[in-house]
């Protein structure tokens, strides 16, 4: 089992910027990939960045050069740096752990959400 809080959602601008954090109820170390997702009403859930245990991140397209993904493993934390927001941001992002075992089984863990607007 694993408790995910993020936090540092917020109203912002247009070209502004937010950082979210998500702190992880164990040690990061232990989870394959921790990764940001984001959805808006009426759409699928999509991937924004992930990073694994190795520390190599990956990002969706839309956010490639904006958006920094990047993990503390002292704190049990995943924090997304976002820049140069737009509108299309707006979202409710999610943290996410997915954790694979040696038998083949996998687990998705989910935070509670946390909303982020770009609006001028």
């Known amino acids: 089992q694993v408790q995910l809080v993020e936090s540092g959602g917020g109203l912002v601008q247009p070209g502004g910027s937010l950082r979210l954090s998500c702190a992880a109820s164990r040690e990061i170390f232990s989870i394959n990939v921790m990764g940001w997702y984001r959805q808006t009403p009426g759409k699928q859930r999509e991937l924004v960045a992930g990073i694994n245990n190795g520390g190599t991140p990956n990002y969706a397209d839309s956010v490639k050069g904006r958006f920094t993904i990047s993990s503390d493993n002292a704190k049990n934390m995943v924090l997304l740096q976002m820049n140069s927001l737009k509108p299309e941001d707006t979202a409710v992002y999610y943290c996410?752990?997915?954790?694979?075992?040696?038998?083949?089984?996998?687990?998705?863990?989910w935070g509670q959400g946390t909303q982020v607007t770009v609006s001028s």
């Open positions: 996410n752990a997915h954790i694979a075992t040696v038998d083949g089984a996998t687990y998705d863990y």
